[in-house]
């Protein structure tokens, strides 16, 4: 099977075209045609308001792909831990929520077992998924998802779908009804065309409205024609649509409206991007990619269920949070040997903070969020760099939209007066103190138990001024934001921590900074977590400190992050030596903006800097997005990054050690102002006049079982294991 269907094809290499080369001090176009660079897959995808249909195509087919079916013919049921996809923009936290927990990743279990009779026959896969989903107040329901896939021919370059048949239905286990069923299914090679058929019906009623689906292309794919409805999420009730295209436009039709767009003219927005290294180093030659020591899947034995578990950077992953206490065991297979870890749990993280400074005259015209924690609103500031102003143009409202403040309001800014602010595109939070001539940026890291920090000891004493985060707190001292003991009265008598190696805490006085066991919140603006001011190593006064806000200006700090989620806590596994197991941190670097590295030529946000996180393949962090109006309503129904870096960009810690190369892309064609062709305007026509398909050809697949399987995950993220 593919692992995704567009309603027209995209040739990779044009839709890059424009971009391979780079930017012109990039060296990309030296890079050995061998190299990763110029290797590894790129992913790109054509995207209308038309194919908004395909969206759940495309994400059934990608994560199917990632089972890897086809290589566990007639090996029985197995396991597979599948990686979350859709949702680009990915959820997020309140804006006054404090955090670290970043990118971590998220696994899906999925049962698998793929049959054929013969090597004449065709491949039958099943899946089953068992999720929770949550529809609203008082509709939580536990839900099993059934999948059956007959495949009689894979994909080839002339037939790039296929020929297969894929019928889903999910079921309620609270009662057995079902919720919802669909069936995607290829074009018969026999008829002549290519195309495909998609049909969802919302059995429940959750969303009151079905998704019907049939596109039909030539053999070569040039042409081709679409019908669809599909429920319209803005108006209520569905919307219809019809799709003709040919190789040089695509034409639309709503029944009101018809639009022509450029197929050879188009914009792109940019989902993934790898970094590869510049030039030649140690371990490493020049075009290579950037590959970083991720996690790996585990087993352990819960309540006499063998179960299986995630480890990596950002901590632990099990399907139940609570299944994996402090001090249990968890097995490894390493080269066919069974490895036990032991788990650790702390209620909080150290985190290292690096100060990176940013001169105020860079940050002129540039927006930052603003708590005011006196009266609790939450302001978007602007700074003008002549006269050094910060200035309320904005306010949330109930609605957590902003408001704009007419007339826009002058912020208050004392001297010597530390001040918190938020950016997403400069990495989160930002410090400023009144009267300095620059702000600063936070690079963090967690703190693991071989940090070098320790030095060999077992404890380590930590000292704070700001922002000193009480020990032992009640559920009703977080629900008032009682979180913080008094600031220190000078650099001379600051607080005392102690942040103990083996149990990964830090305490006050031999308690627990954080909560109390079993407490938890209900309210406030620390039920995401809490987060201490900065704390040192060495005592403030030797550090020639004279003021307590002085500790916000040490280019080297720690932070403790501590609550009542999971997120907020730490988590990790130590060998039999007693040693934690540790990974590869984030790449953290800034990066400023030019209309030279924008893949679209795009000069809106020229000199705008970002502060950019790679987690390794696909997963570079950091390009803030915004809501976007694309059918033109006056309502945003979408989000994008604000910017698409072109290929072959130059960045890194110092701004040249890695290039950047786009791996997985969206594109959009531009709106053409040709008159329509007489061949395409009859080809809509057709198009309207297809069938849809119905739930007639629908056959039930939740009728078998779902199978128990005790094994490890023979596959992990589209990974065999």
């Known amino acids: 099977m593919p692992d995704g269907m567009n309603l027209v094809d995209v040739d990779t290499g044009s839709a890059n075209s424009s971009v391979t080369a780079g930017a012109t001090i990039s060296p990309a176009v030296t890079f050995a045609a061998d190299t990763d660079y110029h290797q590894d897959e790129v992913s790109a995808h054509m995207w209308d308001v038309t194919t908004q249909p395909l969206d759940t195509i495309n994400d059934i087919l990608k994560s199917v792909a990632q089972t890897r079916a086809d290589e566990f013919v007639n090996d029985g049921a197995y396991l597979a831990l599948v990686e979350t996809v859709g949702d680009e923009d990915g959820g997020g936290q309140a804006d006054t929520g404090q955090s670290s927990s970043g990118q971590a990743t998220e696994l899906e279990p999925w049962i698998v077992n793929s049959t054929r009779a013969s090597s004449t026959a065709a491949q039958v896969t099943r899946v ?35 020929q297969f048949k894929l019928d889903f239905g999910m079921v309620n286990q609270d009662d057995d009804s079902l919720m919802f069923r669909g069936t995607l299914a290829t074009t018969p090679a026999s008829t002549g065309k290519l195309g495909f058929t998609f049909f969802e019906e919302d059995v429940a009623g959750l969303f009151g409205e079905d998704t019907r689906v049939a596109v039909e292309t030539s053999l070569d794919n040039t042409t081709g024609i679409a019908h669809m409805t599909a429920p319209d999420w803005e108006s209520g009730g569905t919307v219809e649509y019809s799709v003709a295209y040919d190789e040089d436009y695509f034409l639309r039709s709503d029944g009101t409206t018809t639009k022509l767009l450029d197929r050879n003219a188009f914009d792109r927005n940019i989902w993934g991007y790898n970094l590869y290294h510049a030039t030649d180093g140690t371990g490493f030659t020049a075009g290579e990619r950037v590959n970083l020591n991720g996690g790996f899947s585990f087993t352990f034995d819960d309540q006499g269920s063998t179960e299986f578990g995630w480890a990596d950077y950002w901590g632990i992953w099990t399907p139940n949070p609570d299944a994996l206490p402090d001090g249990a065991t968890v097995t490894r297979e390493v080269e066919g040997e069974a490895v036990d870890y032991t788990v650790l749990r702390a209620p909080g993280k150290l985190i290292r903070v690096e100060r990176q400074v940013l001169p105020l005259a860079d940050m002129d015209g540039e927006t930052f969020e603003f708590w005011d924690w006196a009266t609790g609103d939450q302001f978007l500031i602007e700074y003008t760099h002549a006269g050094t102003v910060f200035t309320k143009i904005a306010q949330r409202d109930n609605e957590w939209n902003w408001e704009t403040l007419a007339p826009a309001e002058v912020l208050t800014i004392n001297n010597g007066e530390w001040y918190g602010f938020w950016s997403e595109g400069l990495g989160g939070n930002l410090d400023f103190v009144g009267g300095d001539t620059d702000m600063t940026a936070r690079t963090q890291e967690f703190v693991s138990g071989d940090d070098a920090i320790f030095s060999g000891g077992s404890s380590l004493t930590l000292y704070a001024l700001t922002q000193p985060l009480r020990a032992g707190m009640t559920a009703n001292q977080v629900n008032l934001d009682d979180v913080f003991m008094n600031d220190a009265p000078d650099v001379d008598t600051p607080y005392a921590y102690n942040f103990e190696k083996a149990t990964r805490s830090l305490q006050y006085n031999s308690v627990d900074v954080g909560l109390l066991p079993g407490a938890e919140p209900t309210q406030g603006n620390f039920m995401w977590g809490m987060q201490s001011g900065p704390m040192s190593t060495e005592t403030p006064a030797s550090l020639g400190l004279s003021d307590i806000w002085d500790m916000w200006s040490l280019d080297t700090y720690y932070i403790y992050e501590t609550g009542v989620n999971d997120w907020n806590q730490y988590s990790a596994l130590i060998d039999g030596d007693g040693d934690p197991v540790t990974y590869d941190p984030p790449i953290n670097f800034f990066y400023t903006h030019t209309t030279a590295n924008d893949a679209d030529g795009d000069a809106t946000h020229d000199g705008k800097k970002f502060m950019l996180n790679y987690g390794g393949d696909r997963n570079l962090w950091g390009i803030p997005g915004e809501d976007v109006d694309t059918d033109g309503d006056g309502s945003p129904d979408r989000w994008f990054p604000i910017v698409s870096l072109k290929d072959g960009t130059l960045l890194g810690p110092t701004g040249t050690e890695y ?37 007639s050809s629908w056959v039930d697949p939740t009728t078998v079982a779902m199978p128990t399987v005790t094994d490890k995950p023979k596959v992990v993220g589209g990974v065999i294991q």
């Open 659 to 695: 290039v950047v190369k786009a791996v997985d892309m969206e594109l959009f064609m531009q709106v053409s102002n040709d008159a329509i062709p007489s061949s395409l305007q009859n080809a809509l026509t057709t198009a309207g006049n297809l069938s849809l398909p119905s739930i």
């Open 128 to 162: 089953w998924i068992e999720q929770e989903e949550d529809f609203g107040p008082g509709a939580t329901f536990t839900n099993t998802i059934h999948a059956r896939a007959v495949v009689t021919a894979a994909p080839t370059t002339s037939n790039p779908n296929g």
